[in-house]
Every structure is written in C-alpha cells, then in structure tokens.
C-alpha cells in the first residue's frame, strides 16, 4: 500500500511538474510574443479628424480618400511616417477593419479548429517576437499610426499594432510554410527597340490569392513623404507595404516569390524592402544597394525598372544571397524562379523550375513576347490577360501555368519615363485598365472636390471575355468548386461541363467521389485528369496516388 502511495504521489508530481512547465512557457510565449508600441516624440496627429466632404469622399488637412467611377478606392498621404500611418488609418479605416475581418474569415476558412489556430497564433507571436526589429523606426512608426484605427474585435490576437505588425509578413510566412501554391505572379518589361515609341513599359499580375474579399477593395496609393521620393502602390487597407508601385523618379518595382527553405525567424518583410526601394532608390545601383543590406526570410525576386538607366534588372535574393539578372537585350521577363548566375543552379531553384508551373509560364510568356516585334501598353494588357497554354492550346481556366490564373489581387503596367500607371479593375485583371499621371497626381498637392483624377482617354477597354458564354462557365466552376471546399453536394457533370479542358476539373471531381467512396467513378476522372495539362508536380503525384488506391479498392 506504502509503495502504491510513493508511486502516486511521485505521478502527482510528475503531472504538476509538466504543468508548471506548460504554465511556465505560456508565459514565455506571451512575454517574448509581445511588441511593444514605439514611442513616438510628437503626437499630435492623433488628435486630427478627417472630414466627410461628400459621400464616400474624406479629406484630412491635404491628405484625402474616396472611391473613383472605376470602382478603385483612391488614397494621397503626406507627412512623416507616423503622421502618414494616423492619417492613412482615418481616412481609410472601414477598410482597415474590413480586411482585417476578410483575414480573419479567411484563416479560419482554411483552419477550421479553434484549437489550432490560437496554437497559430502563438506560433506566430513566438516567430515574429523579433520583427518590430528587422523594420526601420520610420516604418515602424507609420504601421502604428495605422494601427491608431484598428478593429478592437481581436484583441485576443494581440495589440493594435502587433497584429498590423504581423499582417506585413503573413505574404512572407505564407509563401515559406506553403510554398506558395497561391502565388504565380508574373512580370515583364520592354525598352529601346523593342518597345514601339522606345520607351519602356513594365507589365505584372499579382497572383497572391487569399480569397476573393481580399481582392475586392483595392487602393491605389500615392505617398508624398517627408523623407524620400513620391511614390504610388497598389495596396490594401491597413498595409503600408508595396508589392507594386512607381516613384516620380520613374523607378518601378514588382515581386515575385521564389521556393524559399523553411525559415526559423523573422527578418525584413519583402514587402517592406520594396516600400524602401520605392522611398529612396532612384536608379538601379541605389535599389540593389537596399536589397543588400536587408535581410530576408524568404527568397523573391524584385524586378527593378528604372528610367535613369532606360533598363530593366532582377535583384534575386534568398536569406542567405543575392545576385543580379541583367539580360543585356532590350526586354525581360520573369516568373517564379531565379535566373541569375550565381542562384540558376541553386538546388531549391533547380527544384522549382522542375516541380512547379514557373517555368512552363515563362516558355508562354516568352511565347508572347517573341510573337510582338514592339510592345506597347495595350499589347502587355493583351499578355497580361492571356488565358491560354503553349502554342495557344486550351488548358482550362484557371490554370496555375497560364500567364492569367483568374485570380489575380491586381494587373498593373508601367512607362517609368511617363510616370504613367495603368491598373486593372475588376474582376481580376478582365475589367478595364485605370491610368494615372503620377506628375498630376502629385500636383493636386490635396483635393478639396471629388473629382476624378485617373486620365480618361488613356482607359484600356475591358476583356471582351467578360461577355461570353465561357466566362460564365467559369464562374460556375469556381462558385461548384466552393461548393465543394464547403462540404455540399454538387453535380459532379456540371463540374467538368463548366471547365472541360482544366485538370482540376476532374481532379476535384476524383476527390469528391473518392470521399464518397465511389471508388470505381472516382478512378475514371482521375485518369481522365492525368491526360490534361497539370500545373504542378505534387497534383501530379497526388492524382497517380489516387489512382493506385481506387484501383485497390
């Protein structure tokens, strides 16, 4: 009986230990995952209010928002970096509440367990406990000031500014624990002979796809800093990062990700070294020098446009290296992999140009490009919304290896010595192109009226695809396709009817059956899916997989 108790109270202590230690590094979490607000000197923009001058149009002081005819919301700030975040988080703050909802839904959309997602979230407390550190004090300052006028619904998930913080990096966190299955971006350029009137035109579809909300209320964003040069973004409520944008020195820059290694901590969001590039780089050697001395927890590749050098380069960068791709000819392109010298060979690269659809998109884009003897604007729209496979083959909607996978946040086209930008409406890049005059924009110096400020006669016409039958085909396959990631029962024919030439279209047909253990049924679209064009290798081997288990059942 003695030894029954000893053994007992041994086990008791045993258990409270583990709970002590549980305890111990909840706390832990909670201390390192907390970010302290900055301390900011001068405070008095908190106190400023925007004003209502119309309907859906607010100015504050010469900063000022509202939403244009073509359905962009259109945002001009000035100041310092806190004074741009306070008035930037005012003016806009319905949307700063609004997306952060959209990702909220979003995160819980694709992990459903509350379990696991407050798991998440000390994961990601813990994993950027030091990157309030990797963000210079005048970025850190204007994220707070956005912050200023966040939603007080998530609290639970951090402070204001912690979370806004972290939102700068769940594009990096996205792209390195998912490796980007969500991310296809493309981009390319022209200058000199290849161009029609010599000039340089830059093209580029930001593929980064968190769900359809996200993409809905775009904000073309004109930036007057204290410091630094004038710049305009394609950008989001509550992001003062670039992704897209041109500065009035006519320097313009896009990312796309590369395969990334897991990373074990936080540094520079890429978002954050565009925005700085954007700021303070006027030429090629000023942008390369930024990338340099910023470091990264996933690799991307920058493409840097530049006036002053009437070029184009690549800044590829990893957490570890960076290289340059200068194609020495009169255009470039780039998709999802290095092509550098010093990173082509890289075993990840090597792996992505293998494995993903990067490399089939760059042969069509390369396709397109030599099928143009002089680029203009309208033409790299044209590209830019090509739905098509290698020698204009039919491969389905919606493909991952075509230049436009429908899902795009945003298409954009530059003439860096115009200071011109065109930005697509939706949906995707298929409603009409928006120019703006950047000289003109800036000029405005606040905007007392809602008047319209894109230029009017630039417009570029949207896709005629809008109006056909195959359009609203895809429509439906998308809406069955939620249908199905929702649990519901749907016509498995109406399915493949409504996307015939796309793999997924039986792939997610083959799974559907397979849940419902109609193996035999199941066995047919996944073999019928094999002689389609299939974007990726794992899809690939997932389908064959299938295939080996319904054939065993």
Same mark, same amino acid.
Not at 137 to 146: K, L, W
Not at 250 to 270: C, E, M, R
Not at 368 to 373: D, S
Not at 525 to 538: G, H, R, V
């Given at each position: 009986m003695l030894?029954?108790?000893k053994i007992?109270?041994r086990?008791?202590?045993?258990?409270?230990?583990?709970?002590?230690l549980?305890?111990?590094?909840a706390?832990?979490?909670?201390k390192?995952?907390?970010?302290?607000?900055?301390?900011?000197a001068n405070?008095?923009?908190?106190?400023?209010q925007?004003?209502?001058?119309?309907?859906?149009?607010?100015?504050?002081?010469?900063s000022?928002f509202?939403?244009?005819?073509?359905? /962009?919301?259109e945002?001009y700030?000035?100041g310092n970096?806190?004074e741009?975040?306070?008035?930037?988080?005012k003016?806009t703050?319905?949307?700063?509440m609004?997306?952060e909802?959209?990702f +909220? @839904?979003?995160i819980s959309?694709?992990?459903?367990?509350t379990?696991?997602?407050?798991?998440l979230?000390y994961?990601?407390? *813990?994993f950027?406990?030091?990157?309030?550190?990797?963000?210079t004090? @005048?970025?850190?300052? #204007?994220?707070?000031?956005?912050s200023e006028?966040?939603?007080?619904?998530?609290?639970?998930l951090?402070?204001n500014?912690?979370?806004i913080?972290?939102?700068?990096?769940?594009?990096d966190i996205?792209?390195?624990?998912?490796?980007?299955?969500?991310?296809g971006?493309?981009?390319?350029?022209?200058w000199?002979?290849?161009s029609k009137d010599?000039?340089?035109?830059?093209?580029?579809?930001f593929?980064?796809?968190?769900?359809?909300?996200?993409?809905? !209320? &775009?904000?073309?964003?004109?930036?007057?800093?204290?410091?630094?040069h004038?710049?305009m973004?394609?950008t989001?409520?509550g992001?003062?990062g670039a992704?897209?944008? =041109?500065n !009035?020195e006519? /320097?313009?820059?896009?990312?796309?990700? %590369?395969?990334?290694?897991?990373?074990?901590?936080?540094?520079?969001?890429?978002s954050i070294?565009?925005?700085?590039i954007?700021?303070?780089?006027?030429?090629i050697?000023e942008a390369i020098?930024?990338?340099?001395?910023?470091?990264?927890f996933v +690799?991307?590749?920058?493409l840097?446009?530049?006036?002053a050098?009437?070029?184009?380069?690549?800044i590829?960068?990893t957490?570890?290296?960076?290289?340059?791709?200068?194609?020495?000819k009169?255009f470039?392109?780039?998709?999802?992999?290095?092509? +550098?010298?010093?990173?082509?060979?890289? #075993?990840?690269?090597?792996?992505q140009?293998?494995?993903?659809?990067?490399?089939?998109?760059?042969?069509?884009?390369?396709e397109? =490009?030599?099928?143009?003897?002089k680029n203009?604007v309208?033409?790299s729209?044209d590209i830019?919304?090509?739905?098509?496979g290698?020698?204009?083959?039919d491969?389905?909607?919606?493909?991952?290896k075509?230049i436009?996978?429908?899902i795009?946040?945003h298409?954009v086209?530059? @003439?860096p $010595?115009k200071g011109?930008? *065109?930005?697509?409406t939706?949906? *995707?890049q298929?409603?009409?192109?928006?120019?703006?005059?950047?000289?003109k924009?800036?000029?405005?110096?606040g905007? &007392?009226?809602n008047?319209?400020i +894109? #230029?009017?006669?630039?417009?570029?016409a949207?896709?005629?695809?809008?109006?056909t039958q195959?359009?609203?085909?895809?429509?439906?396959?998308?809406?069955l396709? $939620?249908?199905?990631?929702d649990d519901k029962?749907?016509n498995i #024919?109406?399915?493949?009817?409504s996307?015939?030439?796309?793999?997924?279209?039986?792939?997610l047909?083959g799974?559907?059956?397979?849940?419902k253990?109609?193996? %035999?049924k199941?066995?047919v679209?996944?073999?019928?899916?094999?002689?389609?064009?299939?974007?990726?290798? %794992?899809e690939?081997?997932?389908?064959?997989?299938q295939?080996?288990k319904?054939?065993k059942?």
């Open positions: 030894n029954k108790r007992a109270r086990i008791l202590r045993v258990i409270a230990a583990i709970i002590l549980l305890f111990v590094a706390i832990y979490l909670v390192v995952a907390h970010v302290p607000n900055p301390k900011i405070k008095h923009s908190i106190q400023w925007r004003t209502q001058n119309s309907t859906g149009f607010y100015t504050l002081n010469n000022w509202k939403k244009s005819n073509s359905g /962009l919301y945002l700030v000035e970096g806190y741009m975040g306070v008035v930037n988080g003016l703050k319905e949307l700063v609004l997306q909802d959209h +909220s @839904e979003q959309k694709m992990i459903p367990s379990f696991t997602r407050n798991k979230k994961f990601i407390g *813990w950027n406990r030091n990157l309030d550190k990797n963000i004090e @005048e970025y850190r300052d #204007e994220i707070y000031g956005v006028s966040a939603s007080p619904a998530y609290q639970y951090g402070t500014y912690q979370r913080l972290n939102y700068h990096a769940a594009h996205g792209h390195a624990l998912q490796n980007l299955a969500l991310v971006c493309t981009s390319f350029g022209t000199g002979s290849k010599s000039t340089m035109i830059i093209g580029r579809n593929d980064f796809y968190v769900g359809d909300k996200f993409a809905k !209320d &775009k904000i073309v964003a004109f930036f007057n800093p204290t410091h630094g004038k710049f973004t394609i989001w409520g992001f003062i992704v897209s944008g =041109m !009035d006519g /320097l313009a820059v896009t990312i796309n990700a %590369a395969k990334s290694d897991y990373p074990t901590g936080s540094a520079t969001p890429v070294v565009t925005r700085e954007l700021q303070y780089a006027k030429n050697n020098a930024i990338a340099k001395k910023r470091n990264m +690799s991307e590749s920058f840097v446009a530049s006036a050098d009437n070029k184009a380069v690549i590829e960068k957490p570890t290296a960076i290289d340059v791709y200068d194609p020495n009169n470039i392109t780039c998709t999802n992999h290095f092509q +550098s010298k010093g990173l082509v060979n890289s #075993e990840k690269n090597i792996d140009i293998k494995n993903s659809a990067s490399q089939y998109r760059y042969e069509r884009l390369m397109l =490009m030599n099928a143009t003897e203009t309208q033409n729209v830019l919304r090509d739905r098509k290698l020698q204009n083959t491969i389905g909607d919606g493909n991952e075509a436009n996978q429908l795009a946040h298409s086209v530059f @003439e $010595q011109i930008v *065109w930005v697509s939706a949906p *995707w298929l409603g009409k192109f928006v120019a703006y005059d950047l000289k924009v800036f000029a405005l110096k905007l &007392k009226q008047i319209e +894109s #230029e009017t006669n630039l417009e570029i949207a896709d005629t695809f809008l109006q195959a359009y609203k085909n895809f429509v439906n396959f998308r809406n396709k $939620q249908q199905i990631a029962d749907v #024919e109406n399915l493949v009817a996307n015939p030439q796309f793999y997924n279209s039986y792939l047909a799974d559907y059956l397979f849940k253990k109609q193996f %035999a199941a066995l679209y996944y073999k019928t899916a094999l002689t389609k064009t299939i974007a990726t290798k %794992a690939e081997e997932h389908i064959t997989n295939i080996a319904c054939t059942k």
